[in-house]
């Protein structure tokens, strides 16, 4: 059964920061591209930064550009995403999300993904 679970999320003041990481069960991600995306309440779901499954190629929304690095670990099968600096606009549930893609090639839209996580929250306030 193919499976994305993401963990790391929780309650930071503004300026600290927080590692998400997102476990793949089921399938390897080597030959799969991951997207870090983010919903906050009442608003629709973002991009925040994708990786290609080859070369490591990434790309970054500009809300979070300088801040925020994603990463990946085939060996240990998960993908991260590093949060630095956070603002109260970087509350969200965070979700990971997959496509199969043996390429050099990033996805930033949701729309491109085939497998999804069920997020974690990330709640940024003092």
């Known amino acids: 059964q193919v499976q994305l679970v993401e963990s790391g999320g929780g309650l930071v003041q503004p300026g600290g920061s927080l590692s998400l990481s997102c476990a793949a069960s089921?399938?390897?991600?080597?030959?799969?591209?991951i997207g870090w995306f983010r919903q906050a309440p009442g608003k629709e779901r973002e991009g925040v930064s994708c990786i290609s499954s080859s070369h490591g190629r990434t790309s970054y929304a500009d809300p979070v550009k300088g801040r925020f690095t994603i990463s990946r670990d085939n060996a240990k099968n998960t993908v991260y995403l590093q949060m630095n600096s956070l603002k109260p606009e970087d509350t969200a549930v965070y979700y990971c999300?997959?496509?199969?893609?043996?390429?050099?090639?990033?996805?930033?839209?949701?729309?491109?993904?085939?497998?999804w996580g069920q997020g974690t929250q990330v709640t940024v306030s003092s």
């Open positions: 089921g399938f390897t991600l080597d030959y799969y591209a």
């Open positions: 999300a997959a496509k199969r893609s043996y390429s050099s090639s990033y996805y930033c839209l949701k729309y491109e993904y085939d497998y």
